[in-house]
Antibody, heavy 122, light 110 residues
Framework: EVQLVESGGGVVQPGRSLRLSCVASGFPFDDYAMHWVRQAPGKGLEWVAS????????DYADSVRGRFTISRDNAKKSLYLQMNSLRVEDTALYYC???????????????WGQGTLVTVSS | QSALTQPASVSGSPGQSITISCTGT?????????VSWYQQHPDRAPKLMIYEGTKRPSGVSIRFSGSKSGTTASLTISGLQAEDEADYYC??????????FGTGTKVTVL
């Protein structure tokens, strides 16, 4: 059974940093691209970033580019999101998600964690 | 990248069929057969219902189907059931190698 478990969320002041983690199990982690998706309270889903299996291909949403960094450690089966210069509008539940296909970029996200809540407030 | 446009709400009676539209541009839906649909119940993680525009993951009911015409994708739920009441989001791969989600649609079973 595929499992994704996020951690690292919390309350942080604007301008500060936070690092999220996602530990994977139940599938060959190093074969799959991974994504971060967030959802502000009471709002819709927003794609944040993605990372290929070998960390070569990295993409970010315009809203986070230059402030957030996605990375992974395949030996630890872990995905990370380093969030710097946090803003109030970054407040959201952050999900990590697995790409359905190991071979097709742009495919659906078939497994999601339960999310970790990040609150940016002074 | 602007969010794809979905109706805020759609409703139907049990047993009926409903369709949720998702309108994008030539840079996303119009360029790729890479639209996915997600169901989200309150306080739950999203669940993949349709991928690559028309395909269903294992375990998803055949009552869910997807289609696309030009820059608009659609999700149809046939034989509406109480358990289908949830929020639904479309999502497309884009020409800048990013993803964009739709604005979300609340489905109500009357």
């Amino acid at each position: 059974e595929v499992q994704l478990v996020e951690s690292g969320g919390g309350v942080v002041q604007p301008g500060r940093s936070l690092r999220l983690s996602c530990v994977a199990s139940g599938f060959p982690f190093d074969d799959y691209a991974m994504h971060w998706v967030r959802q502000a309270p009471g709002k819709g889903l927003e794609w944040v970033a993605s990372l290929s299996w070998n960390s070569v291909i990295i993409d970010y949403a315009d809203s986070v580019r230059g402030r957030f960094t996605i990375s992974r450690d395949n030996a630890k089966k872990s995905l990370y999101l380093q969030m710097n210069s946090l803003r109030v509008e970054d407040t959201a539940l952050y999900y990590c998600a697995k790409l359905l296909s190991a071979a097709l970029t742009g495919d659906g996200l078939d497994s999601w964690g339960q999310g970790t809540l990040v609150t940016v407030s002074s | 990248q602007s969010a794809l446009t979905q109706p805020a709400s759609v409703s139907g009676s049990p047993g009926q069929s409903i369709t949720i539209s998702c309108t994008g541009t030539g840079s996303d839906i119009g360029s790729y057969d890479l639209v996915s649909w997600y169901q989200q119940h309150p306080d739950r993680a999203p669940k993949l219902m349709i991928y690559e525009g028309t395909k269903r993951p294992s375990g998803v009911s055949i009552r869910f189907s997807g289609s696309k015409s030009g820059t608009t994708a659609s999700l149809t739920i046939s034989g509406l059931q109480a358990e289908d009441e949830a929020d639904y989001y479309c999502c497309s791969y884009t020409s800048t190698s990013t993803y964009v989600f739709g604005t979300g649609t609340k489905v109500t079973v009357l």
